[in-house]
């Protein structure tokens, strides 16, 4: 994924939605390889591409800010977790 990445932001720009797309993934799969701090950093960075380019209700946000939640709950930081859950 992170090749993948790679290739989206070259082509299409490193604000665009399919980069955010790739993000995501790319920290749900960090997370889930325990790599919880670089996971969130790609979580950030996918909302912050998706608000920009798509608003604030965009089920993606849901997504990733599930995504995010569960991160830190893996973090042990429980309230951070609960900001992105409510």
């Given at each position: ?24 993934n790319l920290g ?49 930081d429980p309230a ?5 859950f409510d």
């Open positions: 994924l992170a090749q993948a990445l790679e290739v989206h932001e070259n082509t299409v720009g490193k604000d665009h939605p399919n980069v955010a797309t790739t993000l995501h749900n799969c960090l997370a889930a390889a325990g790599r919880g701090t670089d996971a969130a950093k790609c979580h950030w960075r996918a909302l912050g591409i998706w608000y920009a380019s798509l608003g604030p209700a965009h089920p993606d946000i849901a997504a990733t800010l599930h995504s995010l939640g569960n991160v830190y709950r893996g973090l042990l951070s977790a609960a900001k992105c």
